[in-house]
């Protein structure tokens, strides 16, 4: 018989924002470098599915119903910068973003490596990336949601060695899973198809040790890897 858990209460299309992910061109920061110059790094047209993800587990873990606003709030409002700033707390300070450049490498090996636990313990990592999705990141996405958490998801979308390839990425919300036998479908909020209760990812988790290619339901390319991203919860004045 299935297994099938879900956070109590919580659908994307009642929980989670109901804009997509689709924002108007504004530095996400700007430094003044004096009287010399403005810095500006990223741009929240490049997409704030971090920071959108966030504040969705912000706004369910505090009891709050998300406004139905059906378009982003505008470029300098006060809930365009609460996005923005979780976007940035999404990046865990650097940690994250080298997570997903580590799982896109393309040296990392297909199948499971004899050596790659004793490399492991010498703090080289080699395992492959099924077994990082099966033998450690699913048992920990299914912790939360068997605590009935959210868990925040990132999905390697690319194996490519250029840090500019690292946009391409994405980071999502899962809310449950069903597990018939060794097959795992997680349960997605994605900030690119908002009111969408449909959108999943699917894989064999019987095989660690083996290649698996992970089913996504949605058009918008594969998924190669995924891995729980770390969380804090920020309280979301803005959206009270």
């Keep these: 018989m299935a297994i099938v858990r879900r956070v109590g209460g919580f659908t994307p299309k ?9 924002w108007p061109h504004d530095p996400i920061r700007q430094f003044k470098l004096g009287n010399v110059a403005t810095l500006t790094i990223g741009d929240a047209a490049n997409g ?25 709030p505008p470029p300098g409002s006060a809930r365009q910068r609460y996005v923005i700033d979780r976007q940035i707390d999404s990046f865990e300070n650097g940690l994250v973003p080298w997570r997903f450049y580590t799982l896109m490498d393309p040296k990392r090996p297909v199948t499971e490596p004899l050596i790659a ?16 999705m099966v033998a450690e990141e699913w048992p920990r996405i299914r912790a ?8 925040t998801v990132g999905l390697v ?16 919300l899962a809310y449950g899973y ?5 097959r795992l479908t997680l349960r997605i909020y994605d900030p690119n198809y908002p009111n ?45």
């Design 196 to 240: 969408v209760d449909n959108v999943t990812l699917s894989l064999d988790v019987s095989n660690p040790r083996g290649r698996v290619t992970p089913d996504w339901s949605q058009p918008d390319g594969q998924v190669v890897c995924f891995f729980r991203a770390p969380y804090a919860r920020r309280d979301p004045v803005p959206y009270r």
């Design 178 to 182: 069903d597990l018939d036998g060794a």
């Design 157 to 172: 979308k690319v194996v490519d060695r250029d840090p500019l390839a690292l946009g391409k990425n994405h980071q999502v």
């Design 117 to 132: 636990e004793w490399l492991g313990r010498i703090g080289v990592d080699r395992h492959s990336r099924t077994y990082v």
């Design 14 to 22: 009642a929980s989670g924002l109901h804009f997509a992910n689709a």
């Design 48 to 72: 704030l599915c971090g920071g959108m993800s966030f504040a969705v587990r912000d706004l369910f873990e505090h009891g709050i119903i998300p406004p139905p606003d059906t378009t982003p």
């Design 144 to 151: 939360d949601i068997d605590a009935n958490r959210l868990s």
